[in-house]
T-cell receptor, first 113, second 113 residues
């Protein structure tokens, strides 16, 4: 079956540091890949997505590239801000699962001034 | 364009009771999914409706049931509540059955005592 594995958190960074959150996946089909962000006390917001191999999703300075050869979709940002503090979820969906989202456990990010 | 709205925002129920949670999908979206998010965990897929028909279900018992209405709004019903049902319940909607991602509501926080 499908599964998503994310790096364990929490991740603590100083403002303007470089961010990488690793995500690898297992899927039987050809999944779409997503990063969602959850701010404290809120629901999930779609951060970026990629629907086929070698696609790069980007939004608000965050980027992730769909790597089929390594089954990865790592999230990166060149310079984090305090406002980026949140929990980040990697997820996949594919036709076999009716496009239901399969989430990783989440990675908590804390950015300090 | 309105987003996904859920009601109520918070709810406290007693073990053994029944609860109904409601969701209004984003305008133009015909697919609605429900997820359960336990504290500190990633969301878990409960079920999905596409044009009023259930077209996917996760590993949840039958006491979790749902409906989608002609206007694509939805309900999640949980019977015989257990303490472990305490969680954040998220509704998400999508056009095109979710291939390009979902828009999430802010969730309903259910506490079972």
């Amino acid at each position: 079956g499908n599964s998503v594995t994310q790096m364990e958190g929490p991740v603590t960074l100083s403002e303007e540091a470089f961010l990488t959150i690793n995500c690898t996946y297992t899927a039987t089909g050809y999944p779409s890949l997503f990063w969602y962000v959850q701010y404290p006390g809120e629901g999930l917001q779609l951060l970026l997505k990629a629907t086929k191999a070698d696609d790069k999703g980007s939004n608000k300075g965050f980027e992730a590239t769909y790597r089929k050869e390594t089954t990865s979709f790592h999230l990166e940002k060149g310079s984090v801000q305090v406002s980026d503090s949140a929990v980040y979820f990697c997820a996949l969906s594919d036709l076999n699962s009716g496009y239901a989202l399969n989430f990783g456990k989440g990675t908590s990010l804390l950015v300090t001034p | 364009e309105t987003g996904v709205t859920q009601s109520p925002t918070h709810l406290i129920k007693t073990r053994g009771q029944q609860v109904t949670l409601r969701c209004s999908s984003q305008s133009g979206h015909n697919t609605v999914s429900w997820y359960q998010q336990a504290l500190g965990q990633g969301p878990q897929f409960i079920f999905q409706y596409y044009r009023e028909e259930e077209n996917g279900r996760g590993n949840f018992p039958p006491r979790f049931s749902g409906l989608q209405f002609p206007n694509y709004s939805s309900e999640l019903n949980v019977n015989a509540l257990e303490l472990d049902d305490s969680a954040l319940y998220l509704c998400a909607s999508s056009g095109g059955q979710g291939h390009y991602g979902y828009t999430f509501g802010s969730g309903t926080r259910l506490t079972v005592v």
